[in-house]
């Protein structure tokens, strides 16, 4: 009985090591938002009693070295239809594409110039003030990150579990039969 206590010592080694066994993955987060400017006004009164205006103006803006897809978001309160222009003055050139044209909310994807001084122009087709609020942002990548697991930890605790039993049952009984 005690020529299976090798044996038995193996597969408790084996439970332990599959206990400490690691596994690295790499984790891609996603793209970190970072809001360059924000402002909120109350609209004004339009002529002709036809519905309210709204202008910002953002000022001189650097977006980060390694910052991309700058973004301008309108958004207003109340349901009324809301339309804006938007013209970056240090490069008048450069595109402006909204991705919605009317709603709530509206977005603008603007040309990666690096600098930016938007002027931003609306309406909104309601009878009375609403405050309007536009936000500035572009996103910038998260290096990756290390996670380390553990993916057998539970078969090697069963294992070694076993392991030991059978190592200690192996080595009582050969103790047994070596007393008699």
Same mark, same amino acid.
């Given at each position: 009985?005690?020529?299976?206590?090798?044996?038995?010592?193996?597969? %408790?080694?084996?439970?332990?090591?599959?206990?400490?066994?690691?596994?690295?993955?790499?984790?891609?987060?996603? =793209?970190?938002?970072?809001?360059?400017?924000?402002?909120?006004?109350?609209? @004004?009164?339009?002529?002709?009693?036809?519905? #309210?205006?709204?202008?910002?103006?953002?000022?001189?803006?650097?977006? =980060?070295? =390694?910052?991309?897809?700058?973004?301008?978001?309108?958004?207003?309160?109340?349901?009324?239809?809301?339309?804006?222009?938007?013209?970056?003055?240090?490069?008048? =050139?450069?595109?402006?594409?909204?991705?919605?044209?009317?709603?709530? &909310?509206?977005?603008?994807?603007?040309?990666?110039?690096? @600098?930016?001084?938007? &002027?931003?122009?609306?309406?909104?087709?309601?009878?009375?003030?609403? #405050?309007?609020?536009?936000?500035?942002?572009?996103?910038?990548?998260?290096?990756? #990150?290390? %996670?380390? %697991?553990?993916?057998?930890?539970?078969?090697?605790?069963?294992?070694?579990?076993?392991?030991? %039993?059978?190592?200690?049952?192996?080595?009582?009984?050969?103790?047994? #039969?070596?007393?008699?």
């Amino acid at each position: 009985m005690i020529k299976y206590l090798p044996v038995t010592i193996i597969v %408790l080694l084996l439970g332990v090591g599959m206990i400490l066994y690691p596994e690295n993955i790499e984790i891609h987060i996603a =793209d970190e938002q970072v809001n360059m400017w924000t402002e909120t006004k109350s609209t @004004s009164g339009a002529f002709y009693g036809a519905g #309210q205006e709204f202008s910002f103006r953002t000022g001189p803006l650097s977006m =980060d070295p =390694d910052g991309f897809m700058p973004i301008l978001k309108v958004t207003k309160s109340g349901e009324a239809v809301m339309n804006a222009t938007v013209v970056n003055a240090l490069h008048p =050139d450069a595109f402006t594409a909204a991705i919605n044209e009317t709603g709530p &909310e509206l977005m603008y994807l603007l040309e990666e110039t690096g @600098s930016f001084d938007l &002027e931003i122009e609306g309406f909104t087709d309601a009878e009375g003030p609403v #405050q309007v609020t536009a936000t500035f942002f572009h996103f910038r990548h998260v290096p990756p #990150q290390m %996670l380390t %697991l553990y993916p057998y930890r539970f078969f090697g605790l069963g294992m070694a579990a076993v392991g030991l %039993l059978a190592s200690a049952f192996v080595y009582v009984r050969g103790r047994g #039969q070596s007393s008699e």
